[in-house]
């Protein structure tokens, strides 16, 4: 009834190849940017949202949006599975430390950019293995990455500035003299890049680039027949994700947590991000941001329900409830891969179909 | 010259701990084409439970039998409700499947008998043999041999149950084909329940061994992620490969925890510590191995066709 885009001519080259085509969407996605950069920040004046809400809900959730959208990218997109995610955002984050650190009056947006770069570079060099190994054999492979990289940072000091516990604190977040350092603007400037980010990778794999990726993951074979070159793609994809993931790891370091350790970027954390993928939906842009959603939610929702449940006088024993979260962690991925294995982005697109034959499906 | 041997030794017997978990992970391979990440999981899960029901009092002789029975179910029920529902998905998405499994399994083992660390006594004492620090003056702990003892034991039952017995062949022919298979009137449900059933009776093995080396703590899975260069180097398909990668993998680590740091510290010109390196070695190994040969030691060849 209201979802429909019969009516909507175009006329024009551009008009056709807009990123939304149908003006109901391009409402509803700007009318989230603009709740996102305008709406919360003025409920938050008005005490509607939290602190909490800001440094354990949001901001988390834009910076995993980002990283999962970085691996999306490499597996989702260009099918390299990947379980190295951590190491790249390790790399950003110390990589971003050491150009602050260490160059005097460096801008933070620049170093950021360059720690993405470094991240990149780890990326294209690790990237090369899957130039002649696929499928399970290249994601066994990635884990080199992740223990190798967090190793490395653990043990040179250089990378740490020779602090004795590997713990770095990440610098003040200031730019053109305004510090960065409530938690609301910290989420804005998060919310900044990360929407900056998400628009041109959403551009990249509308365009040739993300098209060769498409078809490198879809017959890698048939591909180099029709004159995709697998090595270019293939590393392309894995320095675009990198740096994705690199930037992530910047932010996770300077705008969420403050003070990370080289441990912080652990498998755990990998395996985290892939569930993103997974379950957001594989090669889908909102699904990384949906993914991203479910998970970090997922905790704090757990969390109260099993309050409530003590509440409600049903005890549980002291140090259970990490394990019971781990459960239903594992048992809803298992469901959710049973139930819809394209992930929510596939829900959600199903659900589009649906309204727009709403109230008359025949 | 000795104490390389030793080393080397020392190694070796490690490394047939790991082939001792790669080969769950191989099994289950073969059988389904399943990559079942949890294989670790269960590991954690056999040993806790069996150290579990012994700390309450049993004897080792009926916890044991009791894990069993318990491995077998869980890997019933793992069939049923995460790969039965799942049949003819990619690959990718069956692998995804396993790694929620493997929250799910940390999780209830950790539910059940509680987080701490807790000591296994098999009754293997884990001293160096006497008689043959007399001869040659080499250290070379019994525990050590007499777990490679039961891992060589193992494989052989294994070979034998593949190759002599009717259920044996069954899985064989299920691994080459699955159709094949079943239009000659293998059921293949049942077939997977079993290979389940053995998995878990290899990573109930493993577990006990690896928990009384180390303690049966949630290390153990990091134990097990330690099979996935082993597996790469060896071969997703092969038995012998897991062996043979195994036994590569744990005497090239244990020499490279050695002798590298020195080496590397001489290079650089440092004084750091440099230890750890067993860590990543492995991966780095098996991912420098693929780049010659992408198939593994035993693999199947791959051929691509468009």
């Given at each position: 009834?209201?979802?429909?885009?019969?009516?909507?001519?175009?006329?024009?080259?551009?008009?056709?190849?807009q990123?939304?085509?149908?003006?109901?969407?391009?409402?509803?996605?700007?009318?989230?940017?603009?709740?996102?950069?305008?709406?919360?920040?003025?409920?938050?004046q008005?005490?509607?949202?939290?602190?909490?809400?800001?440094?354990?809900?949001?901001?988390?959730?834009?910076?995993?949006?980002?990283?999962?959208?970085?691996?999306?990218?490499?597996?989702?997109?260009?099918?390299?599975?990947?379980?190295?995610?951590?190491?790249?955002?390790?790399?950003?984050?110390?990589?971003?430390?050491?150009?602050?650190?260490?160059?005097?009056?460096?801008?933070?947006?620049?170093?950021?950019?360059?720690?993405?770069?470094?991240?990149?570079?780890?990326?294209?060099?690790?990237?090369?293995?899957?130039?002649?190994?696929?499928?399970?054999?290249?994601?066994?492979?990635?884990?080199?990455?992740?223990?190798?990289?967090?190793?490395?940072?653990?043990?040179?000091?250089?990378f740490?500035?020779?602090?004795?516990?590997?713990?770095?604190?990440?610098?003040?977040?200031?730019?053109?003299?305004?510090?960065?350092?409530?938690?609301?603007?910290?989420?804005?400037?998060?919310?900044?890049?990360?929407?900056?980010?998400?628009?041109?990778?959403?551009?990249?794999?509308?365009?040739?680039?993300?098209?060769?990726?498409m078809?490198?993951?879809?017959?890698?074979?048939?591909?180099?027949?029709?004159?995709?070159?697998?090595?270019?793609?293939?590393?392309?994809?894995?320095?675009?994700?990198?740096f994705?993931?690199?930037?992530?790891?910047?932010?996770?370091?300077?705008?969420?947590?403050?003070?990370?350790?080289?441990?912080?970027f652990?498998?755990?954390?990998?395996?985290?991000?892939?569930?993103?993928?997974?379950?957001?939906?594989?090669?889908?842009?909102?699904?990384?941001?949906l993914?991203?959603?479910?998970?970090?939610?997922?905790?704090?929702?757990?969390?109260?329900?099993?309050?409530s449940?003590?509440?409600?006088?049903?005890?549980?024993?002291?140090?259970?409830?990490?394990?019971?979260?781990?459960?239903?962690?594992?048992?809803?991925?298992?469901?959710?891969?049973?139930?819809?294995?394209?992930?929510?982005?596939?829900?959600?697109?199903?659900?589009?179909?649906?309204?727009?034959?709403?109230p008359?499906p025949? | 010259?000795?104490?390389?041997?030793?080393?080397l030794?020392?190694?070796?017997?490690?490394?047939?701990?790991?082939?001792?978990?790669?080969?769950?992970?191989?099994?289950?391979?073969?059988?389904s084409?399943?990559?079942?990440?949890?294989?670790?999981?269960?590991?954690?899960?056999?040993?806790?439970?069996?150290?579990?029901?012994?700390?309450?009092?049993?004897?080792?002789?009926?916890?044991?039998?009791?894990?069993?029975?318990?491995?077998?179910?869980?890997?019933?029920?793992?069939?049923?409700?995460?790969?039965?529902?799942?049949?003819?998905?990619?690959?990718i998405?069956?692998?995804?499947?396993?790694?929620?499994?493997?929250?799910?399994?940390?999780?209830?083992?950790?539910?059940?008998?509680?987080?701490?660390?807790?000591?296994?006594?098999?009754?293997?004492?884990?001293?160096?043999?006497?008689?043959?620090?007399?001869?040659?003056?080499?250290?070379?702990?019994?525990?050590?041999?007499?777990?490679?003892?039961?891992?060589?034991?193992?494989?052989?039952?294994?070979?034998?149950?593949?190759?002599?017995?009717k259920?044996?062949?069954?899985?064989?022919?299920?691994?080459?084909?699955?159709?094949?298979?079943?239009?000659?009137?293998?059921?293949?449900?049942?077939?997977?329940?079993?290979?389940?059933?053995?998995?878990?009776f290899?990573?109930?093995?493993?577990?006990?061994?690896?928990?009384?080396?180390?303690?049966?703590?949630?290390?153990?899975?990091?134990?097990?992620?330690?099979?996935?260069?082993?597996?790469?180097?060896?071969?997703?398909?092969?038995?012998?490969?897991?062996?043979?990668?195994?036994?590569?993998?744990?005497?090239?680590?244990?020499?490279?925890?050695?002798?590298?740091?020195?080496?590397?510290?001489?290079?650089?010109?440092?004084?750091?510590?440099?230890?750890?390196?067993?860590?990543?070695?492995?991966?780095?190994?098996?991912?420098?191995?693929?780049?010659?040969?992408?198939?593994?030691?035993?693999?199947?060849?791959?051929?691509?066709?468009?």
């Open positions: 009834m209201f979802y429909r885009e019969s009516g909507q001519f175009k006329s024009t080259y551009a008009e056709d190849s990123i939304f085509p149908i003006r109901q969407d391009r409402w509803v996605v700007g009318g989230i940017v603009a709740f996102a950069f305008l709406g919360i920040p003025l409920l938050a008005f005490g509607w949202v939290s602190n909490y809400a800001f440094t354990a809900i949001l901001t988390p959730f834009l910076i995993f949006a980002l990283a999962a959208l970085g691996l999306n990218i490499l597996t989702g997109y260009a099918g390299q599975l990947s379980l190295g995610t951590a190491a790249f955002m390790a790399v950003g984050a110390f990589a971003s430390y050491n150009f602050m650190l260490r160059i005097e009056g460096m801008p933070i947006l620049v170093a950021f950019v360059l720690g993405g770069l470094c991240a990149a570079a780890v990326g294209i060099v690790f990237g090369l293995p899957s130039l002649r190994i696929r499928g399970f054999y290249l994601a066994a492979a990635t884990l080199a990455t992740q223990f190798f990289i967090v190793w490395c940072l653990t043990k040179v000091g250089w740490t500035n020779y602090s004795s516990s590997g713990v770095i604190t990440a610098q003040k977040i200031e730019m053109f003299g305004y510090a960065f350092d409530s938690s609301m603007s910290k989420y804005l400037f998060v919310l900044g890049i990360v929407s900056v980010m998400a628009l041109l990778a959403k551009n990249m794999v509308r365009t040739n680039i993300g098209r060769s990726w078809a490198i993951r879809d017959m890698d074979m048939a591909a180099e027949v029709i004159g995709f070159r697998p090595m270019r793609t293939k590393l392309m994809a894995f320095a675009v994700s990198s994705y993931c690199g930037v992530a790891g910047a932010l996770f370091a300077y705008a969420y947590l403050g003070t990370v350790e080289p441990e912080g652990n498998l755990d954390l990998s395996f985290r991000i892939l569930f993103m993928v997974i379950i957001g939906g594989l090669g889908s842009i909102l699904g990384s941001f993914g991203s959603a479910f998970i970090v939610l997922l905790p704090i929702v757990l969390n109260v329900a099993m309050q449940l003590e509440g409600a006088g049903l005890p549980l024993p002291s140090g259970i409830g990490s394990s019971i979260e781990l459960m239903a962690f594992g048992a809803l991925i298992i469901f959710f891969l049973i139930v819809e294995p394209h992930g929510l982005a596939r829900l959600w697109q199903i659900g589009k179909e649906k309204l727009r034959l709403w008359f025949h | 010259m000795q104490f390389f041997i030793e080393v030794i020392a190694g070796l017997l490690s490394g047939v701990m790991y082939s001792l978990v790669a080969l769950g992970y191989v099994l289950i391979y073969k059988a084409g399943v990559f079942n990440f949890a294989q670790g999981a269960m590991v954690f899960f056999a040993a806790l439970t069996a150290v579990g029901l012994h700390d309450l009092g049993l004897s080792l002789w009926v916890a044991v039998p009791l894990t069993m029975v318990a491995m077998i179910v869980l890997g019933l029920v793992t069939e049923k409700f995460v790969l039965r529902p799942l049949v003819a998905q990619p690959e998405t069956l692998f995804m499947a396993t790694i929620g499994l493997t929250f799910f399994v940390e999780g209830l083992a950790q539910a059940i008998w509680g987080a701490s660390v807790r000591g296994l006594e098999l009754g293997i004492a884990d001293v160096p043999l006497e008689w043959l620090m007399e001869v040659s003056g080499m250290a070379i702990s019994q525990f050590d041999l007499i777990a490679a003892g039961i891992a060589a034991a193992l494989v052989a039952g294994l070979a034998l149950f593949f190759s002599r017995t259920v044996g062949r069954a899985l064989r022919a299920v691994a080459d084909d699955h159709q094949a298979a079943l239009s000659v009137g293998i059921p293949l449900q049942h077939i997977w329940g079993v290979v389940w059933a053995v998995a878990g290899v990573a109930l093995v493993s577990g006990l061994l690896w928990g009384a080396r180390n303690g049966v703590q949630f290390a153990l899975t990091f134990v097990a992620l330690k099979a996935l260069p082993v597996l790469i180097l060896g071969g997703f398909t092969s038995v012998p490969g897991a062996i043979v990668g195994g036994l590569i993998i744990g005497a090239s680590e244990k020499l490279a925890e050695v002798f590298l740091p020195p080496l590397l510290q001489q290079l650089f010109d440092t004084q750091m510590n440099l230890g750890g390196i067993e860590g990543w070695f492995p991966y780095v190994l098996a991912l420098l191995f693929l780049l010659v040969r992408p198939e593994g030691l035993f693999g199947e060849k791959i051929i691509r066709r468009i």
